[in-house]
């Protein structure tokens, strides 16, 4: 059975982070030697566990902002301090269903993308167990949610396995969202970092390109709860439009054998004063020939 997983039973504190081997040898023991662990237990309980499991945002934020706390010291190691998995207490927390703490606790620079010893985050816990809430919340907090266990799952797939609907469905939502967000930050690099793109860009398309990437960020903005279809169809309509303009620019063209315009004109300028130095030496006859020349060499031009 995997640490990581939903016990049977929510209501315990010492169960959330004992083993199912543990928990056998304790179903064992006498009933004095049970009130012997639990006393040595509560006198070393991690005073941070207490407050994370019951939602007492005000306790932690004292603990952690209070000088005069007696924990106030050790408060971060407190709050990573690992179990023989690798979870800490905010794996607790999301075992618990507590999302307030998860979101007052992130605000002192702890990582929550960190993996237990079997590659878990807490988006997978929360999701392994159900807590909607939760997971929502670590979305909000811009989580990896594409993170990977160690059986090459994301927090999605461990969801399904445990036949966690809702957060399946939440999980694909966000999934989805996210593609359409990393889709308009790719082209968005393209475009403004002409060394990453496929070739160069005329103005003209540049400025399309941008101005679909802002209409496309400005509708994520303003469509928090889109379907997943809608951001399907988001998507789709921004790759038809960068689609053929990206095509454009990488495909090679021929270079033109025809000189510019600049070579053109300088070329006709050189041959007029050419042919005004022969009309100074041999009279008017080549007037004609000039002429007819400059015509055609300006109409090529124009």
């Not at 030697?33 to 207490?50: R, V």
């Not at 800490?88 to 075992?95: D, P, S, T, V």
């Not at 889709?183 to 679909?212: C, F, H, M, Q």
Request: proline content about 4%; overall charge negative; aromatic content about 8%.
């Amino acid at each position: 059975m995997e640490s990581e997983i939903p016990p049977e039973s929510e209501s315990s504190e010492k169960l959330i982070f004992s083993s199912p081997q543990e928990e056998e040898e304790e179903e064992d023991d006498s009933e004095e030697e049970e009130e012997s662990k639990e006393a040595e237990e509560t006198a070393t309980i991690n005073p941070l566990l207490p407050p994370a499991l019951t939602g007492d945002v005000e306790g932690l934020q004292k603990i952690f902002e209070d000088p005069e706390n007696s924990h106030h010291e050790q408060a971060m190691q407190l709050l990573l301090e690992e179990d023989i998995v690798g979870r800490n207490l905010l794996y607790a927390a999301c075992m618990a269903g507590q999302s307030d703490v998860i979101r007052a606790l992130a605000k002192y620079g702890v990582n929550l993308n960190e993996k237990t010893t079997r590659g878990y985050t807490l988006l997978h816990c929360a999701a392994a167990w159900g807590r909607l809430e939760t997971l929502k919340a670590l979305v909000e907090l811009d989580v990896d949610i594409e993170a990977l266990n160690f059986r090459k799952e994301r927090a999605r797939d461990v969801a399904a396995r445990y036949s966690q609907t809702e957060c399946v469905e939440f999980l694909d939502w966000a999934e989805a969202r996210l593609a359409l967000k990393k889709y308009i930050a790719k082209v968005s690099a393209t475009v403004t970092d002409t060394e990453k793109g496929p070739g160069k860009l005329y103005k003209e398309d540049k400025n399309i390109l941008l101005s679909a990437c802002r209409v496309k960020n400005e509708w994520l903005e303003t469509h928090l709860e889109a379907s997943i279809n809608e951001l399907f169809e988001q998507k789709q309509q921004l790759e038809d439009i960068v689609t053929p303009i990206f095509t454009k620019i990488a495909t090679p063209h021929a270079p033109s054998r025809l000189p510019s315009s600049k070579n053109i004109k300088f070329f006709t300028l050189l041959l007029f004063f050419t042919f005004n130095y022969i009309y100074g030496c041999f009279g008017c006859g080549l007037l004609y020939t000039q002429e007819c020349v400059l015509a055609g060499l300006l109409n090529r031009i124009n």
